[in-house]
């Protein structure tokens, strides 16, 4: 039996209570309703109000929601167990036993990336806002679910980490726990039945070395924006010195979901202000963090002053001798800017080098407690350290000392005396490999800024497939892809959807008439006037020829017609200029709403079509429906 499964019958993972317990054992019967657990969740006034809050944040719609029923099922049944589970965990779990875990810091980190992940929903339309918020929130549930069930365990673990931050947390959790934060998180959200189209991409989105979803994929959508929230939410938290530098590395990264530099600015700033807001909610601390411009601003500042061409070192002076330690320390600071550590054993010096990163560190070969040599052999058996210029200082010059000293990974060797203009000029070297590291990562960001704009154009590609070049409106292929998402809305929350063809009358006698420039020009005044006049909830898309579809979610068959009539009267109202001529522009429109036996989206459409047909027949510039009894 493996550790998650053992924790699983234990009992010892976070587990919701009370009122969402209530909720996710109701939502796992096959016949529960929206209106019984609607009426479950209004025994409870602060998770009615959240989810309410939710409902309009969410909402494309211009109607406020006010009532938990009508957020309930708006949002279905899943989403709102999600919700319920999520929230209920932030109530119980604002403090626990495992010390170095900051529970506080912990609730602020995951409602920061639950809050951009459903922003980024807006822009990246892969899955509904509400259950991108769940994601977001519960994205690091693992960590949450390890300190609870092992709290001393994972107070070293976590102990480790700030000892040795170049190894990623997991490595730590899973040489003293035996799993992972990610592995425990996966299992938890299976259990509490999030869809595997979000837990495969929370399977590897830490992973920054992860390409294995194809550029276009929902997945690989997902996976990005869980990497871009959990940027935002680490920039968040973070101390106002490194906010620059993450600042960059979150706009580098938000190119590859198309978002704009000039964009990236409202868009944080937005985000931070919801997550003030909800922080209230929530009673979660939220820092009070600069504008997106002040951010920036301190970031030009510090780019200006790492370009400075004599770059001040960080260096660790590790000698057991108080006096030696001193004067080499002395010598370093004449005439330089080095900032400068004294260790005065070796493992003070190893603790130190994972703190603080130096780029040299000069250590005696006979340390206390962790000699030199052993030293520079655990340094170079990290990343960080073999990035370090290592010197080794003896009081005895033999030959062995130097051969011992080079095998353990040491790039020179200093006498013991040495004038302050020696040690600087062996220090050139330490200079020089810093230039060409960070010449390197500069290359590096290049690269990776080219390999961004390369996605984005592929991304731009993508969205061109699914454009028609001559309306901008979408095409019959991501219209069809449109109405699947809004059948299978329509089909998980019981609300209506309606679908309307619209054909432009006389179309070929104005081709066969002016010809074929000026059918393009009717086509695009067509089009534009029906995406000026269509609801904002409603999708245009030209199918074909002269034919569009209009889907229109949440709407009846009364509603949709009323809205037929009014696109075709906007139409027929609007004189076109062909040539030396004016034209009345008419269309004929048929209608269809999706009713208990329609089988499929296909037949919604054929339904419609049918409808048109008929509105042909009976004379043209006319909507019609062939579902009448639907009216009441």
Same mark, same amino acid.
């Given at each position: 039996?493996?550790?998650?499964?053992?924790?699983?019958?234990?009992g010892q993972l976070p587990s919701p209570r009370g009122i969402a317990l209530a909720v996710l054992e109701l939502s796992r019967r096959e016949n529960t309703t929206l209106g019984e657990?609607?009426?479950?969740?209004?025994?409870?006034?602060?998770?009615?109000?959240?989810?309410?809050?939710?409902?309009?944040?969410?909402?494309?719609?211009?109607?406020?929601?006010? &009532?938990?029923?009508?957020?309930?099922?708006?949002?279905?049944?899943? @989403?709102?167990?999600?919700?319920?589970?999520?929230?209920?965990?932030?109530?119980?779990?604002?403090?626990?036993?495992?010390?170095?875990?900051?529970?506080?810091?912990?609730? &602020?980190?995951?409602?920061?990336?639950?809050?951009?992940?459903?922003?980024?929903?807006?822009?990246?339309?892969?899955?509904?806002?509400?259950?991108?918020f769940v994601c977001g929130l519960l994205a690091q549930v693992g960590k949450l679910a390890l300190a609870t069930a092992y709290p001393d365990e994972y107070n070293m673990v976590l102990?480790?980490?700030?000892?040795?931050?170049?190894?990623?947390?997991?490595?730590?959790?899973?040489?003293?726990?035996?799993?992972?934060?990610?592995?425990?998180?996966?299992?938890?959200? &299976?259990?509490?039945?999030?869809?595997?189209?979000? @837990?495969?991409?929370?399977?590897?989105?830490?992973?920054?070395?992860?390409?294995?979803?194809?550029?276009?994929?929902?997945?690989?959508?997902?996976?990005?924006?869980?990497?871009?929230?959990?940027?935002?939410?680490?920039?968040?938290?973070?101390?106002?010195?490194?906010?620059?530098?993450?600042?960059?590395?979150?706009?580098?990264?938000?190119?590859?979901?198309?978002?704009?530099?000039?964009?990236?600015?409202?868009?944080?700033?937005?985000?931070?202000?919801?997550?003030?807001?909800?922080?209230?909610?929530?009673?979660?601390?939220?820092?009070?963090?600069?504008?997106?411009?002040?951010?920036?601003?301190?970031?030009?500042?510090?780019?200006?002053?790492?370009?400075?061409?004599?770059?001040?070192?960080?260096?660790?002076?590790?000698?057991?001798?108080?006096?030696?330690?001193?004067?080499?320390?002395?010598?370093?600071?004449?005439?330089?800017?080095?900032?400068?550590?004294?260790?005065?054993?070796?493992?003070?010096?190893?603790?130190?080098?994972?703190?603080?990163?130096?780029?040299?560190?000069?250590?005696?070969?006979?340390?206390?407690?962790?000699?030199?040599?052993? $030293?520079?052999?655990?340094?170079?058996?990290?990343?960080?350290?073999?990035?370090?210029?290592?010197?080794?200082?003896?009081?005895?010059?033999?030959?062995?000392?130097?051969?011992?000293?080079?095998?353990?990974?040491?790039?020179?060797?200093?006498?013991?005396?040495? &004038?302050?203009?020696?040690?600087?000029?062996?220090?050139?070297?330490?200079?020089?490999?810093?230039?060409?590291?960070?010449?390197?990562?500069?290359?590096?960001?290049?690269?990776?800024?080219?390999?961004?704009?390369?996605?984005?154009?592929?991304?731009?590609?993508?969205?061109?497939?699914?454009?028609?070049? $001559?309306?901008?409106?979408?095409?019959?292929?991501?219209?069809?892809?449109? $109405?699947?998402?809004?059948?299978?809305?329509?089909?998980?929350?019981?609300?209506?959807?309606?679908?309307?063809?619209?054909?432009?009358?006389?179309?070929?006698?104005?081709?066969? @008439?002016?010809?074929?420039?000026?059918?393009?020009?009717?086509?695009?005044?067509?089009?534009?006037?029906?995406? @000026?006049?269509?609801?904002?909830?409603?999708?245009?898309?030209?199918?074909?020829?002269?034919?569009?579809?209009?889907?229109?979610?949440?709407?009846?068959?009364?509603?949709?017609?009323?809205?037929?009539?009014?696109?075709?009267?906007?139409?027929?109202?609007?004189?076109?200029?062909?040539?030396?001529?004016?034209?009345?522009?008419?269309?004929?429109?048929?209608?269809?709403?999706?009713?208990?036996?329609?089988?499929?989206?296909?037949?919604l459409v054929s339904i419609a079509d049918q409808a048109l047909y008929a509105a042909k027949e009976a004379g043209r510039n006319q909507t019609c429906t062939r579902q009448q009894s639907?009216?009441?």
């Open positions: 039996m493996t550790q998650v499964e053992q924790l699983k019958l234990s657990i609607a009426r479950v969740v209004q025994t409870d006034p602060a998770l009615s109000g959240r989810l309410i809050k939710l409902a309009n944040t969410a909402s494309h719609i211009a109607r406020p929601v006010v &009532s938990v029923q009508e957020a309930v099922v708006r949002q279905g049944i899943a @989403t709102v167990r999600h919700l319920a589970l999520g929230f209920s965990l932030v109530d119980q779990y604002r403090d626990g036993a495992c010390e170095a875990f900051d529970y506080k810091a912990y609730w &602020s980190h995951s409602l920061l990336m639950a809050l951009s992940m459903q922003a980024l929903g807006a822009r990246v339309h892969v899955a509904a806002a509400d259950e991108l102990m480790a980490l700030h000892a040795n931050p170049t190894q990623a947390i997991i490595v730590h959790e899973r040489n003293r726990l035996e799993t992972d934060h990610i592995e425990m998180g996966i299992v938890m959200m &299976s259990d509490w039945g999030m869809p595997k189209v979000f @837990t495969g991409p929370l399977t590897h989105y830490e992973d920054p070395d992860h390409q294995n979803y194809g550029h276009d994929s929902r997945a690989n959508s997902l996976m990005l924006m869980l990497r871009l929230s959990h940027r935002l939410a680490d920039l968040g938290l973070a101390h106002a010195d490194v906010r620059p530098k993450l600042l960059k590395e979150w706009m580098t990264l938000a190119v590859e979901l198309d978002i704009p530099q000039e964009a990236a600015g409202r868009f944080i700033d937005e985000v931070i202000d919801s997550w003030r807001e909800w922080s209230e909610l929530l009673r979660i601390p939220a820092a009070a963090l600069p504008s997106f411009a002040e951010i920036c601003h301190g970031h030009h500042e510090s780019a200006e002053g790492a370009a400075e061409t004599d770059m001040p070192l960080r260096i660790v002076v590790a000698n057991g001798n108080a006096i030696n330690r001193r004067k080499t320390m002395a010598l370093l600071a004449e005439n330089s800017e080095h900032t400068i550590y004294p260790a005065e054993n070796g493992n003070t010096a190893l603790a130190l080098a994972m703190e603080v990163l130096p780029h040299v560190i000069i250590a005696h070969v006979d340390l206390p407690l962790l000699d030199g040599l052993e $030293l520079c052999q655990a340094l170079r058996a990290t990343d960080e350290g073999r990035r370090m210029h290592i010197l080794m200082t003896s009081d005895d010059h033999g030959e062995d000392q130097l051969t011992h000293a080079y095998e353990a990974g040491a790039d020179g060797y200093l006498p013991a005396t040495l &004038s302050a203009k020696g040690l600087h000029t062996r220090l050139r070297a330490a200079q020089r490999l810093v230039m060409l590291q960070t010449a390197w990562e500069k290359d590096r960001m290049q690269l990776r800024q080219i390999a961004a704009e390369l996605a984005v154009a592929n991304r731009r590609l993508a969205t061109a497939a699914l454009t028609d070049l $001559l309306t901008g409106l979408p095409n019959r292929r991501s219209a069809m892809d449109q $109405l699947e998402q809004a059948w299978s809305a329509a089909s998980r929350s019981g609300l209506p959807l309606t679908v309307m063809v619209v054909d432009i009358d006389h179309f070929k006698s104005i081709n066969d @008439t002016y010809g074929h420039a000026a059918g393009d020009m009717v086509l695009r005044e067509a089009a534009a006037i029906l995406r @000026t006049s269509a609801r904002r909830e409603d999708s245009i898309c030209r199918i074909g020829g002269e034919e569009f579809l209009v889907i229109c979610p949440n709407t009846d068959l009364p509603s949709a017609m009323q809205s037929a009539e009014r696109l075709r009267a906007n139409l027929s109202a609007k004189r076109i200029a062909i040539g030396q001529t004016e034209k009345t522009l008419t269309v004929s429109i048929g209608v269809a709403t999706r009713e208990s036996d329609t089988p499929d989206m296909d037949a639907l009216f009441p």
